[in-house]
């Protein structure tokens, strides 16, 4: 999920701080934070934004299948705060019918939510070409042993 149409970047000097964060207090320097429609100042993470909804919902700082920066508290929080950016950030999930198998690209309709695969063959497949690439790298990068060929070669 990609929250930098949220980012804002107060005027400033470059080198100076440009504010602190509302949540952890922390200096915004030129690269600015996140303001959120709702929640007063400025944020330097996704931490911070979720940790002050948390704050102000009065909710649990820890939800099962959401940790804090996960961006779940956020788009909850904007959908009623801001519906015109949650829109536009609800966009970017994929949807369940956009989803394809890693390995063919045949659709996952139908799979569990989290699956990546349509067959377990395909996932078998697909992590065994993994492997293959990730040697071939090392072995690329891996120094000669027997260098007395390369001698013997020279020599002759």
């Known amino acids: ?3 930098e149409m949220l980012k804002h970047i107060p005027a400033g000097t470059e080198g ?10 922390l200096n915004l320097w030129s690269d600015g934070g996140y303001r959120v429609r709702g929640l007063k100042g ?3 993470s996704l931490v911070c934004i979720e940790c002050r909804i948390a704050d102000m919902t009065e909710q649990n700082k820890q939800i099962a299948g959401a940790p804090i920066g996960s961006g779940a508290r ?3 929080y904007l959908k009623t705060a801001a519906p015109k ?4 950030l609800a966009q970017q999930i994929p949807s369940a019918d956009s989803r394809a198998c890693l390995e063919c690209g045949t659709s996952l309709q139908g ?3 989290d699956a990546e695969f349509c067959d ?11 492997r293959t690439i990730q040697n071939h790298k090392i072995s690329a990068n891996m120094p000669i042993q027997n260098t007395s060929l390369t001698g013997a070669q020279n020599a002759g």
Request: hydrophobic share 40%; proline share 5%.
């Open 120 to 130: 377990p063959a395909h996932r078998m497949r697909f992590q065994r070409k993994a």
């Open 16 to 25: 100076h701080p440009r504010g602190m964060c509302e949540s952890c207090g």
């Open 1 to 3: 999920m990609n929250f």
């Open 42 to 44: 400025l944020f330097c």
């Open 111 to 113: 799979k569990r939510a």
């Open 74 to 76: 956020l788009l909850f």
């Open 85 to 88: 950016i949650y829109a536009q």
